[in-house]
């Protein structure tokens, strides 16, 4: 509980602003979600495992027995059907260890030169820990590959990224329009539908 304004607080694993403020946006003003810096906790988690799930749960069980307060983290990926659901899990680092955003797009470009199938989605899951126990949540977001990057919003693959029933991507969305398509929103109204059924022990 923050004694400030007695509204409750959960520690989102992560130092990513924009995952934030998306995270707090789609959740609204019943939590406060704070960050790692904002909770006082300087760490740079590793995602070495293979799926979202398992990087989820190493970065919410991290900050966990840290802590010993609920938590939670999410971990996203861009999965492309013509790579075979590249770059998935390795989003972050597709173009190597420096996660420059736009080496990254340039890769992925690069990558899908020639075919015509531009079909994917992120996939995000949510790895939340209250009183001890972890439950997972996901949210999957359908679109499609564009051929050049458009828009300066947003992060990360939002330039090349275009949802299922909108025409432009997601890096010329405010972050209002971006939240009523986003993976991360659907698993964020998942984990707060869960918060609301699950009053604290
Ligand atoms: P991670 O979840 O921080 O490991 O993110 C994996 C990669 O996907 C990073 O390169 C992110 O920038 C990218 N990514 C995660 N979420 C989004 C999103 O909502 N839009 C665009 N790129 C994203």
């Given at each position: 509980?923050?004694?400030?304004?007695?509204?409750?607080?959960?520690?989102?694993?992560?130092?990513?602003?924009?995952?934030?403020?998306?995270?707090?946006?789609?959740?609204?003003?019943?939590?406060?979600?704070?960050?790692?810096?904002?909770?006082?906790?300087?760490?740079?988690?590793p995602?070495?495992?293979?799926?979202?799930?398992?990087?989820?749960?190493?970065k919410?069980?991290?900050?966990?027995?840290?802590?010993?307060n609920?938590?939670f983290?999410?971990?996203?990926?861009?999965?492309?059907?013509?790579?075979?659901?590249?770059?998935?899990?390795?989003?972050?680092?597709?173009a190597?260890?420096?996660?420059?955003?736009?080496?990254?797009?340039?890769?992925?470009?690069?990558?899908?030169?020639?075919?015509?199938?531009?079909?994917?989605?992120?996939?995000?899951?949510?790895?939340?820990?209250?009183?001890?126990?972890?439950?997972?949540?996901?949210?999957?977001?359908?679109?499609r590959?564009?051929?050049?990057?458009?828009?300066?919003?947003?992060?990360?693959?939002?330039?090349?990224?275009?949802?299922?029933?909108?025409?432009?991507?997601?890096?010329?969305?405010?972050?209002?329009?971006?939240n009523h398509?986003?993976?991360?929103?659907?698993?964020?109204?998942?984990l707060?539908?869960?918060?609301?059924?699950?009053?604290?022990?």
């Open positions: 509980m923050n004694a400030i304004n007695h509204k409750p607080t959960l520690i989102f694993a992560t130092n990513n602003v924009h995952k934030v403020e998306e995270i707090q946006a789609a959740i609204g003003d019943q939590l406060e979600v704070i960050s790692l810096k904002q909770a006082g906790i300087d760490i740079d988690i995602e070495p495992h293979e799926t979202l799930e398992a990087n989820a749960s190493e919410s069980s991290t900050i966990h027995r840290l802590t010993g609920d938590c983290s999410e971990d996203t990926g861009l999965e492309v059907d013509a790579l075979n659901g590249e770059p998935g899990v390795k989003s972050a680092r597709y190597g260890d420096d996660r420059s955003f736009s080496n990254n797009i340039d890769k992925l470009l690069h990558k899908l030169q020639g075919h015509t199938d531009r079909k994917a989605r992120f996939r995000t899951v949510i790895s939340l820990i209250r009183d001890g126990q972890e439950h997972l949540f996901e949210g999957i977001c359908e679109g590959i564009l051929a050049n990057p458009a828009g300066e919003q947003g992060f990360g693959y939002d330039p090349v990224f275009t949802p299922d029933g909108a025409t432009r991507s997601f890096a010329e969305m405010n972050m209002e329009e971006k398509y986003s993976h991360r929103r659907k698993a964020a109204d998942q707060v539908a869960f918060l609301k059924m699950q009053p604290r022990r």
